[in-house]
Nanobody, 123 residues
């Protein structure tokens, strides 16, 4: 059974940093693509960043480029999202999503979702 456990959310002031983690099980960390999606109140899901086991290919939404960094720790079956220079508009519930295939850079919304972790950025 594919399972994802997200952690690391919290309350931070604008300009601050947070590190989200997504621990995965039930799939191979040699063959996957994991993405972070977020949903702000009243808005649709937004794909934020992804990483693939194939050459560690990455994707970043324009809104987070230069501020967020995604990485994988295959020894710990974990993907991290380092978020720096946070802005109030980054406030959202962040979800990690996985497709158990390295053929993709990003999973889709119909793949496996973990529970969310809330990030609140105060101004």
């Amino acid at each position: 059974e594919v399972q994802l456990q997200a952690s690391g959310g919290g309350l931070v002031q604008a300009g601050g940093s947070l590190r989200l983690s997504c621990a995965g099980s039930g799939f191979s960390f040699e063959d996957f693509a994991i993405g972070w999606f977020r949903q702000a109140p009243g808005k649709e899901h937004e794909r934020v960043s992804c990483i693939s086991s194939t050459d560690d290919a990455t994707y970043y939404a324009d809104s987070v480029k230069g501020r967020f960094t995604i990485s994988s720790d295959k020894a710990k079956n974990t993907v991290h999202l380092q978020m720096n220079s946070l802005k109030p508009e980054d406030t959202a519930v962040y979800y990690c999503v996985v497709v158990p295939s390295g053929d993709y850079v990003c999973p889709g919304e119909d793949d496996y979702w973990g529970q969310g972790t809330l990030v609140t950025v105060s101004s």
